[in-house]
């Protein structure tokens, strides 16, 4: 009985460490990089947002483009 | 308003036709006002138009919103890159906005390019309360 809660337990751990790494590795994919956001000012200025605002600038368009198919 | 076709040729419908027309990579094309709300717009059939506004609309307030933290007082353009394809919005007077999709692989400087020329017609529709003035240089002008 102990070794079969064992085995579970460690199916587990093995389970929630794949789930983990593909989560970690489908987000990063989907990370803003540099260049994928460029803004022109209304001064003319052309301006590269921090990679934050870049990311939730392509967080949006992401869901923009899925809507509209 | 249109939906995958051209409905009120001559209002601003019909230039977001005439937008979509000329560039082909556009897949869709609205026109949002100061205040948030879908102008016109040229979308597929079945498109949920209030999800696709409000996202759009958080999309040009946080373009306002980097602007102004970066010295000017709004944004001219922006260009936004994702996996599935490009989201373009040019600012137009009175704090409305033009915004376009399109594909992964659209050449997004002729699309701009002819956005810019669609403004000028755009202002003047919303100038006049009448359909664009023919001295525009409109996009109709360029050929594909």
Same mark, same amino acid.
């Given at each position: 009985?102990? @070794?079969i *809660?064992?085995?579970?337990?460690v *199916?587990g751990?093995?389970?929630g460490?794949v789930?983990? *790494?593909r989560?970690?590795? =489908?987000?990063?994919?989907a @990370?803003?990089? @540099?260049g %994928?956001v460029?803004?022109?000012?209304d001064n003319?200025?052309?301006?590269e947002?921090?990679?934050? =605002?870049?990311q =939730?600038?392509? %967080?949006?368009?992401?869901k923009? *483009? =899925?809507i509209a198919? | 308003?249109?939906e995958?076709?051209? +409905? !009120?040729?001559g !209002?601003?419908e019909g230039?977001?036709?005439?937008?979509?027309?000329?560039?082909?990579?556009?897949t869709?094309a609205?026109?949002l006002?100061?205040?948030? #709300?879908?102008?016109a717009?040229t979308?597929?059939?079945?498109?949920?138009?209030? /999800?696709?506004s409000?996202?759009? +609309?958080a999309?040009?307030?946080?373009? /306002?919103r980097t602007?102004r933290?970066n010295?000017g007082?709004g944004f001219?353009e922006a260009?936004? /890159?994702? #996996?599935e394809g490009?989201?373009?919005?040019?600012?137009?007077?009175g704090g409305r +906005?033009?915004?376009t999709? +399109?594909?992964?692989?659209?050449r997004? !400087?002729?699309v701009?390019? #002819?956005? /810019?020329n669609?403004?000028r017609?755009?202002?003047?529709?919303?100038g006049?309360g009448?359909?664009?003035?023919?001295?525009?240089?409109?996009?109709?002008?360029?050929k594909?």
């Open positions: 009985m102990k @070794r *809660l064992g085995r579970l337990l *199916l751990a093995a389970a460490a789930y983990a *790494l989560n970690y590795f =489908e987000s990063s994919s @990370r803003a990089s @540099r %994928d460029q803004l022109t000012l003319g200025a052309s301006v947002p921090s990679s934050a =605002e870049a =939730e600038f392509v %967080d949006i368009a992401r923009v *483009l =899925e198919g | 308003m249109a995958g076709g051209a +409905t !009120g040729v !209002g601003l230039l977001l036709e005439n937008l979509r027309a000329l560039s082909g990579e556009v869709t609205a026109v006002s100061a205040g948030g #709300d879908l102008e717009a979308l597929p059939p079945g498109v949920d138009r209030e /999800r696709y409000a996202m759009i +609309t999309l040009a307030g946080i373009a /306002r602007a933290e010295g007082s001219a260009r936004i /890159r994702a #996996d490009y989201v373009l919005l040019v600012s137009l007077e +906005t033009l915004v999709t +399109t594909g992964p692989d659209a997004v !400087g002729l701009l390019y #002819d956005m /810019r669609t403004r017609e755009l202002e003047q529709t919303s006049n009448a359909s664009a003035g023919s001295e525009t240089g409109g996009p109709g002008e360029r594909q």
